[in-house]
């Protein structure tokens, strides 16, 4: 089945980075949309990046653009989230998602496949 595996989480002061890798297997990786979410405590989850299956097309939440960079390298079946200039705002768990589509998707409904997450707090 397919399993996606969160990595690069951890605890940063603000103006910090942090690079998240999401290993997947279980899946034809080329033929799958890629994005992440998080989730802080108390809201609900939200979009945060997404690159389509090529890596030629990207979408950011406005909250993230211009600091994260979304990326993946499909010899590795990973996907990474390079966060610069981290905020303490951008404090949440941050989930690594799969969906089977050509096409770039940005809303939690659109995929069906999840990691479990990767904690990042980021300290004033």
């Known amino acids: 089945q397919v399993q996606l595996v969160e990595s690069g989480g951890g605890l940063v002061q603000a103006g910090g980075s942090l690079r998240l890798s999401c290993a997947a297997s279980g899946l034809t990786f080329t033929s799958y949309c890629m994005g992440w979410f998080r989730q802080a405590p108390g809201k609900e989850r939200e979009f945060v990046a997404a690159i389509n299956y090529s890596g030629r097309s990207t979408a950011y939440a406005d909250s993230v653009k211009g600091r994260f960079t979304i990326s993946r390298d499909n010899a590795k079946n990973t996907v990474y989230l390079q966060m610069l200039s981290l905020k303490p705002e951008d404090t949440a768990v941050y989930y690594c998602?799969?969906?089977?589509?050509?096409?770039?998707?940005?809303?939690?409904?659109?995929?069906?496949?999840w990691g479990q997450g990767t904690q990042v707090t980021v300290s004033s």
């Open positions: 998602a799969a969906a089977a589509t050509v096409f770039v998707r940005t809303t939690n409904a659109q995929y069906p496949h």
